[in-house]
Each structure stands twice: as structure tokens, then as C-alpha cells.
């Protein structure tokens, strides 16, 4: 490793307490975050840090996050990094690529500062952020995310016009075994609070009660076996899913495309797994949906589906655009797992309680019964005509 020139300009920052532990290291932090242990040092390059991915990071705990490309690229307003640093994890961002390249996995290094220590040498440096120092950089990407919003538009219209055989045409829909006619299906993606909505649906009586067919988009399986509820179908790339998952007894379903690429494909072949392909355009989460719409779902629950133009944003596929597409197919059938816990909350009365007020009645009836001598005298002699 490089030495980087020991010499500080003075800033606010050097009062904070130093962060150190050994660095992990990957590019993907999807993939960081399996091996990433409480007390680590995350190093990552994940320009615009999204929330999902930052939720992930704080459940780590780790030391510090270490981004060697900008958390905030000022292109949207994305809130990864305040999440983190509001999490009381040091952020580190901007270190550079060539950091990456020469740190090695393991190796223990100190972030204090604004600079990144190996040995008592300063290995690299970049701007330590804040929850003051974030909270302006988003508030100017707000003001300057139009060019954004532009190209997103542009995009979703080009999408449009090649893709919209996803409206007009009936999709090839590979032949699942599990059943959907006139059934509710919950569809779960690894989105924002995907965890917590699931609990909320949970404690609602909602799964319980309904048993909706459950159709988990890549990670959203583990969400599910974390609930003890085993998906019925898992569909995506498969690469942020765990064995234990695809193991479980689902329904494998390989996210394909029209040029025959099926990148989920060869873990699937590696573990001896058997899976079906479902070949379009768009996100994992769109053709989950459309699986479930084509196969004549009553209802479509989402849990941790995209819906907000950062959300879009944050995403950073051009194929997000597909998503308009596939809402406007399913939309009458399509609600958000917030609103099911709100409505299923009030309305709906639970086998449990349902028998416990059956219950108590007939206690109530059978306490009236033995203080009331008129109608004791009664039920014998009703009882005497039936049997004679």
C-alpha cells in the first residue's frame, strides 16, 4: 500500500472519535454485507448509497463505512447516508478507487478523521460525513435533480415504445405448479421497510388468516423464512438470495431476457436445483407480478415494492421504467402492504377473537341458565317433549 502525504488541513472533524477494525471488502455491497461482521470496517464503492442497501450496512453494525465513490452524487436526493450516519456509523466517502485496490480483506486499519490509517500511516483520505454535511448535500440535490428527471422520462418513453407488447400481448408465462385463481398473492421485494411491513402484516392476522400465495423476489425469501413462512415461489437473478432459501421447497423461477441470457441460471445448475424461466424485459419484481396477475390473482399485496421517483432513481436501471408498464396491467388488483395492515387492521375479525366472544356467550348463557329456576323448568319440559 501507498503512503498517503501525512500533512491535515485543520477541519472540524478531528475531534471524532476514531473508528478501527479489520476491512471487508467488496464492490458490491449486496454481496459485502453476507460476510460482514459487527465491528468490521465496511469498504465498498457504491456511488448514491441506496436506502436499501444502508439498512443492510447499520444491521452489520460495523466500525465505519469506507465508500470509495461519492454517497451522494448530487444527481437525486438519495437518503442512504443519513441513515447510516443518524445510525451513529462514521462515513467515510470518496477515498478513491485505487484505495480498493490496495487495501487488502483483513487488514486492520483506523478511520479517524477525515483519513484512513494502517500501522500509524495515513493509507488514504476522503470526506467524512455528517448528518449537517448530508442534510446539505441532499437538500442541493433537490434543487438540481430536473437533468434527472428528464432522463428518467425520456427513458420510461423509449420503453414505451418497444416494450409495450407488456401491456397488449399476453405474456409467456412459465407453468408454476402453485395455484392462483382466486387468491390473494403477496409479493416481496428486498425494497424499503420491507422487514418491518412484514411484521406489521404479520401482527395484523392478515398471513394468518388469509394465507395468501407468497411470491418472493430474490432476498425477500429470507424476510419470509425469518417469519417461519416458506415462499411458495422465489424469482429473480439469485444472487442475493441464501442456499438455506433455495432449499426451501419453492418454486425456482430464473428472471430471463429476450436475448437468452439467464444470469440466475448457474447457481441454480451449480446446487442441482431444477427451475423454470420466465424471459422479459424490466425488474425481477415486475415479471413477480405479472406471474401473479396472468395466473388470476385475486389480489396483489407488495411489500417492499418501489413506488416513489427516488425510489426509481435509486434503483439505477433503465429497465426501472418497465415498472410503469406493469402497474398500469395490474394496477386494479395491486396494493401496498401499508395499506392492507391499515385496512385488514379494522375490518376484519379474527378466528381467535371470533371464538373467544362465542365463547363467553354461551358462558354467559349457561350462568343464566342455572340462577333462573322459570327457565330451567322450561328446558325440562321442552326436553321432555323431544324424547318422549
Given at each position: 500500500m501507498n503512503e498517503v502525504d501525512d500533512v491535515r488541513e485543520p477541519s472540524d472533524d478531528a475531534d471524532l472519535e476514531p473508528a478501527r477494525g479489520p476491512a471487508r471488502i467488496d464492490r458490491r455491497t449486496k454481496?459485502?454485507?453476507?460476510?460482514?461482521?459487527?465491528?468490521?470496517?465496511?469498504?465498498?464503492?457504491?456511488?448514491?448509497?441506496?436506502?436499501?442497501?444502508?439498512?443492510?450496512?447499520?444491521?452489520?453494525?460495523?466500525?465505519?463505512?469506507?465508500?470509495?465513490?461519492?454517497?451522494?452524487?448530487?444527481?437525486?436526493?438519495?437518503?442512504?447516508?443519513?441513515?447510516?450516519?443518524?445510525?451513529?456509523?462514521?462515513?467515510?466517502?470518496?477515498v478513491g478507487e485505487e484505495f480498493?485496490?490496495?487495501?487488502?480483506?483483513?487488514?486492520?486499519?483506523?478511520?479517524?478523521?477525515?483519513?484512513?490509517?494502517?500501522?500509524?500511516?495515513?493509507?488514504?483520505?476522503?470526506?467524512?460525513?455528517?448528518?449537517?454535511?448530508?442534510?446539505?448535500?441532499?437538500?442541493?440535490?433537490?434543487?438540481?435533480?430536473?437533468?434527472?428527471?428528464?432522463?428518467?422520462?425520456?427513458?420510461t418513453l423509449n420503453y414505451l415504445r418497444t416494450e409495450q407488447h407488456l401491456l397488449l400481448d399476453d405474456p409467456d408465462v412459465p407453468e408454476v405448479r402453485t395455484r392462483f385463481e382466486g387468491r390473494q398473492v403477496l409479493v416481496v421485494a428486498r425494497g424499503p421497510e420491507y422487514k418491518d411491513d412484514l411484521a406489521l402484516l404479520r401482527r395484523s392476522g392478515y398471513l394468518n388468516e388469509l394465507k395468501p400465495v407468497s411470491i418472493a423476489v430474490d432476498g425477500g425469501a429470507d424476510a419470509l423464512l425469518d417469519l417461519g413462512i416458506r415462499p411458495d415461489i422465489i424469482i429473480g437473478d439469485f444472487d442475493s438470495v441464501s442456499e438455506k432459501a433455495l432449499r426451501c421447497g419453492a418454486e425456482l423461477v430464473v428472471h430471463g431476457y429476450r436475448d437468452g441470457r439467464a444470469p440466475g441460471a448457474a447457481r441454480l445448475e451449480e446446487l442441482g436445483l431444477d427451475y423454470l424461466v420466465y424471459a422479459s424485459e424490466g425488474t425481477s419484481e415486475d415479471i413477480a407480478m405479472l406471474l401473479a396477475f396472468e395466473e388470476g390473482a385475486e389480489l396483489i399485496v407488495a411489500v417492499g415494492s418501489h413506488s416513489s421517483m427516488v425510489e426509481f432513481l435509486e434503483k439505477g436501471r433503465p429497465g426501472m421504467a418497465s415498472t410503469f408498464l406493469v402497474r398500469l396491467k395490474v394496477g386494479p388488483i395491486l396494493v401496498d402492504a401499508k395499506g392492507v395492515n391499515r385496512l385488514y387492521r379494522q375490518t376484519t375479525v379474527r378466528k381467535a377473537d371470533l371464538a373467544m366472544v362465542i365463547g363467553a356467550a354461551m358462558l354467559t348463557f349457561l350462568v343464566f341458565v342455572l340462577v333462573s329456576e322459570p327457565l330451567r323448568l322450561t328446558l325440562r319440559i321442552y326436553w321432555t317433549s323431544l324424547t318422549q
Amino acid at each position: 500500500m501507498n503512503e498517503v502525504d501525512d500533512v491535515r488541513e485543520p477541519s472540524d472533524d478531528a475531534d471524532l472519535e476514531p473508528a478501527r477494525g479489520p476491512a471487508r471488502i467488496d464492490r458490491r455491497t449486496k454481496d459485502l454485507v453476507s460476510r460482514l461482521k459487527a465491528g468490521d470496517v465496511a469498504v465498498i464503492h457504491h456511488e448514491d448509497l441506496d436506502r436499501v442497501a444502508a439498512e443492510t450496512l447499520i444491521r452489520a453494525r460495523p466500525a465505519a463505512v469506507v465508500n470509495a465513490a461519492a454517497s451522494i452524487s448530487g444527481r437525486y436526493p438519495n437518503l442512504g447516508p443519513l441513515l447510516v450516519c443518524a445510525a451513529g456509523i462514521p462515513l467515510l466517502d470518496g477515498v478513491g478507487e485505487e484505495f480498493m485496490a490496495e487495501v487488502t480483506d483483513g487488514t486492520l486499519i483506523e478511520v479517524v478523521g477525515s483519513e484512513i490509517r494502517c500501522d500509524g500511516r495515513v493509507i488514504g483520505k476522503g470526506r467524512r460525513q455528517s448528518i449537517e454535511t448530508l442534510e446539505a448535500q441532499i437538500a442541493a440535490a433537490k434543487a438540481t435533480m430536473g437533468a434527472e428527471l428528464e432522463a428518467f422520462a425520456e427513458n420510461t418513453l423509449n420503453y414505451l415504445r418497444t416494450e409495450q407488447h407488456l401491456l397488449l400481448d399476453d405474456p409467456d408465462v412459465p407453468e408454476v405448479r402453485t395455484r392462483f385463481e382466486g387468491r390473494q398473492v403477496l409479493v416481496v421485494a428486498r425494497g424499503p421497510e420491507y422487514k418491518d411491513d412484514l411484521a406489521l402484516l404479520r401482527r395484523s392476522g392478515y398471513l394468518n388468516e388469509l394465507k395468501p400465495v407468497s411470491i418472493a423476489v430474490d432476498g425477500g425469501a429470507d424476510a419470509l423464512l425469518d417469519l417461519g413462512i416458506r415462499p411458495d415461489i422465489i424469482i429473480g437473478d439469485f444472487d442475493s438470495v441464501s442456499e438455506k432459501a433455495l432449499r426451501c421447497g419453492a418454486e425456482l423461477v430464473v428472471h430471463g431476457y429476450r436475448d437468452g441470457r439467464a444470469p440466475g441460471a448457474a447457481r441454480l445448475e451449480e446446487l442441482g436445483l431444477d427451475y423454470l424461466v420466465y424471459a422479459s424485459e424490466g425488474t425481477s419484481e415486475d415479471i413477480a407480478m405479472l406471474l401473479a396477475f396472468e395466473e388470476g390473482a385475486e389480489l396483489i399485496v407488495a411489500v417492499g415494492s418501489h413506488s416513489s421517483m427516488v425510489e426509481f432513481l435509486e434503483k439505477g436501471r433503465p429497465g426501472m421504467a418497465s415498472t410503469f408498464l406493469v402497474r398500469l396491467k395490474v394496477g386494479p388488483i395491486l396494493v401496498d402492504a401499508k395499506g392492507v395492515n391499515r385496512l385488514y387492521r379494522q375490518t376484519t375479525v379474527r378466528k381467535a377473537d371470533l371464538a373467544m366472544v362465542i365463547g363467553a356467550a354461551m358462558l354467559t348463557f349457561l350462568v343464566f341458565v342455572l340462577v333462573s329456576e322459570p327457565l330451567r323448568l322450561t328446558l325440562r319440559i321442552y326436553w321432555t317433549s323431544l324424547t318422549q
